[in-house]
């Protein structure tokens, strides 16, 4: 089969390279339809309990995570001028496209007792901006002694105080909120150029914006990268122009079909698919490598230019198919997590693996065959005398000092049991960015004086229709509140028992002493406002529904990681609910962007961890086709298992936490890693056809040849991913330090384990009963040796 592909492949190059071109083509243009995600990421399925109750949650009461927030921190603020233009920054969010609402303490507003219309009405506190210092500072006194504001908009502490900017839905999820968020900045900019006043921003909103736009920068940046680095490293290794740019343009038609199948495949670009491009260049390229180096083994063998670009194909088309195909598998079992955005990840990085060993079966052998033949120059880096000095240190290791080898990967493997022990789980709802990025300060300056901008909500079923009305369950949720409110690190809760206890100090004109709920005599009055504000305009809708019956409790708390949230949530606010609410009909549920995000953390790294799995196991399978022999199997993983076990074990030791980007890294690496096994095992089966099947000689040839093309490839992979480390995202940086240490161990695992295990184990005779199909390939290849292909006929 391979031999008549081989000969298709070459007498028809010129018609199936013009293919290829047209097809490029074609994604090129369906990728100007590509489209970049500005939902957040959904990690728990749609139809989950939890997630279905956060969807009613957002269709009654709004987004929880539509707020953003300018920070303020200079007593300068509050001088009669500056404060001014603080009015006018209010005025001027205002008027941006896509802004909802903004309440800040220059447009505040408080209630205030109408005698003649027995009710409540908003005014604001400050109608206009006194120009004498002392009128306007005993106006801010009386401001801070506005209850329901305390801890909200000011910190009594220290004075610093925010604006909060509401933001529409619809802006909120589509590509104008980038310039709606880069407006409020200007704006905030233009208040510090006039003020000299620091602004910080914080909120869901300007930390989403802010990092799909350093995405955007990034994925430009990592591509150009991983271009140049692989480029240098093709040529430091071939020492030929051809063997650097026709690679790189292979890749090249391979990132446009990424682009073009996202589009395709009606997707989004996510964080995860963005890498993609990246990802192919560095793994892609070692196809081209192991290609090129059997064409310049094969050349400088025989000296014959067509039969060594035919025996590419027969070669090294089988194994690499299968090689790639293992690759594909460790990003195609992210299927079955079931995730929106690690299945489309798994999907697209897997069908363009495979469309890269399509491409380069065919591009490689047909472009060479274009060209002159190589010269003693490009043949050099087969007699490098640095690397065959280490092959050959690594072949007498492997023949003399096997006891050594096993003694010291028994101690690391141990060790590193221990090691993976100690792992723990825990992510960041920002993803751990650097302490000295300009965001995670400014994430700091939120939490250290506001406790943080991270939503969380409380819906309290009060059971029957207007039980917002029932006294006896305000003071319950009041309870509930100021147990919330005891918290360290949990911003004061807000909601209608807020209201109604402001209305309370707003009859008693503004005295902060009776901020609490109205006793049976008062209620009947001071429950009114209730009532009149429950049209669409009014407060209480965005914290009571239309029947009165569902109650919101809106608080903000640090990104403290998952584990805290959940300890948190689970362990401290959960057993209160079920003390406090035990004895009434009311059901009380916590929901909001941090449950979802624990829930949704736990439930990736389970899935994640499953879809490794699939990976072992699908790959095992793939094992057991190749050689029918249960001890090969077990030979062919061990070299992969270890490194798997190292990464973890210095996960472990470092406090490097589980996360859904570390977690991701097993699965795509040990789909990577085993490449070079099925490599090796594939020349080893050949080199015991070629020589009686005596094992010490073919493991000596193979190691000699392929371990070449292993090393090559493993350094490409490891600076590849590498350059990751280079993002401002922990996860990504996790991704690639842990991805490029895991490949690293994997070659010298595959390099040192997986010749000495077969040094020790395997006989090298194969059951004639028992045929396994790996030596059709080697023995196909063996027995080929001197056949004249179609090619030469027709030269």
């Excluded at 027969?314 to 079992?333: D, R």
């Excluded at 022990?421 to 000295?436: G, I, K």
């Amino acid at each position: 089969m391979w031999t008549r592909l081989a000969n298709i492949i070459l007498k028809y190059r010129i018609s199936l390279m013009i293919i290829l071109g047209v097809i490029t083509i074609y994604m090129g243009y369906q990728a100007q339809y590509i489209q970049w995600s500005y939902d957040m990421a959904n990690i728990v399925p749609e139809d989950d309990p939890d997630q279905e109750y956060f969807r009613q949650f957002k269709q009654t009461f709004g987004e929880d995570g539509n707020i953003l927030a300018l920070g303020f921190k200079d007593s300068a603020i509050y001088q009669s001028d500056n404060f001014k233009k603080m009015k006018y920054l209010t005025r001027e969010l205002e008027s941006i496209n896509g802004v909802k609402d903004v309440l800040g303490l220059a447009n505040l507003k408080m209630l205030e007792k109408n005698n003649e219309k027995k009710r409540f009405e908003l005014v604001p506190v400050f109608p206009e901006i006194p120009e004498n210092q002392s009128k306007l500072d005993t106006m801010l006194a009386f401001a801070k002694n506005l209850k329901f504001y305390s801890g909200q908009l000011i910190n009594a502490k220290n004075g610093a105080t925010l604006i909060l900017v509401t933001v529409e839905k619809e802006a909120l999820n589509s590509e104008y909120r980038h310039i709606m968020v880069a407006d409020i900045v200007r704006a905030g900019d233009q208040f510090h150029d006039a003020t000299g006043i620091d602004v910080n921003y914080a909120g869901l909103p300007y930390v989403r914006s802010v990092n799909t736009l350093k995405i955007k920068e990034e994925l430009n940046r990592f591509l150009i990268y991983s271009v140049i680095i692989t480029g240098l490293i093709l040529f430091g290794f071939f020492r030929s122009l051809k063997a650097v740019v026709f690679p790189l343009i292979i890749i090249g038609m391979i990132v446009v079909w990424v682009l073009g199948t996202i589009s395709l495949l009606e997707y989004k670009i996510t964080l995860l698919t963005g890498l993609i491009p990246s990802i192919i260049v560095v793994i892609g390229i070692p196809n081209s490598v192991y290609m090129l180096n059997k064409y310049h083994h094969e050349y400088s063998t025989h000296g014959d230019q067509m039969k060594a670009l035919t025996k590419i194909i027969k070669n090294i088309g089988i194994v690499t198919f299968i090689t790639n195909f293992t690759t594909a598998v460790g990003f195609f079992v992210l299927v079955f997590t079931g995730i929106p955005i690690l299945v489309e990840f798994g999907i697209v990085a897997g069908i363009n693996i495979m469309c890269t060993f399509i491409v380069s079966t065919i591009m490689i052998p047909s472009v060479f065959s274009l060209f002159k033949p190589p010269t003693s120059r490009h043949l050099k880096h087969l007699d490098f005398k640095m690397l065959n000095g280490a092959l050959v240190g690594l072949d007498v290791l492997v023949h003399n000092h096997r006891k050594l080898i096993f003694i010291t990967t028994g101690i690391l493997v141990a060790v590193s049991v221990y090691g993976v022990m100690q792992l723990q789980s825990n992510s960041y709802m920002v993803d751990d960015l650097p302490e000295e990025s300009p965001l995670a300060k400014q994430l700091q300056f939120f939490e250290e004086n506001f406790s943080g901008v991270m939503p969380l909500e409380v819906i309290v079923d009060t059971g029957t229709k207007k039980g917002v009305q029932s006294l006896s369950n305000l003071r319950k949720i009041n309870e509930f509140e100021m147990f919330l409110d005891s918290l360290k690190g949990i911003s004061q809760p807000v909601s209608v028992v807020s209201f109604i206890k402001a209305s309370r100090q707003a009859f008693y004109n503004q005295d902060p002493a009776f901020y609490s709920i109205p006793n049976n005599r008062e209620s009947a009055f001071i429950l009114r406002y209730l009532k009149e504000e429950s049209d669409e305009g009014g407060i209480a809708k965005s914290f009571v529904d239309s029947t009165g019956q569902f109650i919101r409790i809106s608080l903000k708390m640090p990104d403290i990681g998952s584990n805290k949230m959940d300890s948190l949530v689970n362990t401290v606010i959960s057993p209160k609910i079920d003390e406090i609410f035990a004895d009434s009909k009311m059901d009380v549920r916590i929901t909001g962007t941090v449950p979802l995000f624990i829930k949704g953390n736990k439930y990736l790294i389970d899935n994640l961890i499953t879809s490794m799995i699939f990976a072992f196991f699908i790959i095992a399978v793939i094992m057991a086709l190749l050689f029918k022999n249960f001890k090969m199997i077990v030979i062919s993983m061990i070299p992969n298992m270890i490194p798997l076990l190292l990464t973890g074990a210095i996960m472990g030791f470092f406090g490097i936490p589980l996360k859904p980007s570390t977690a991701l890294i097993f699965s795509i690496a040990f789909g990577i890693s085993v490449d070079d096994s099925i490599h090796f095992l594939a020349k080893y089966r050949q080199e015991l056809h070629a020589h009686n099947f005596f094992v010490p000689i073919a493991v000596s040839r193979s190691l000699r040849e392929t371990g070449a093309s292993m090393i090559y490839t493993s350094i490409i992979l490891f600076f590849g991913f590498v350059i990751f480390t280079l993002s401002e995202f922990g996860g990504t940086v996790a991704l690639g330090k842990l991805t490029s240490i895991t490949l690293l161990f994997a070659m010298l695992t595959n390099l040192i384990v997986l010749p000495a295990l077969l040094l020790q184990f395997d006989s090298g005779k194969r059951n004639k009963k028992d045929h396994p199909y790996i030596d059709d390939f080697a023995k196909a290849d063996y027995d080929s040796e001197d056949e004249e292909t179609e090619e030469d006929k027709n030269t």
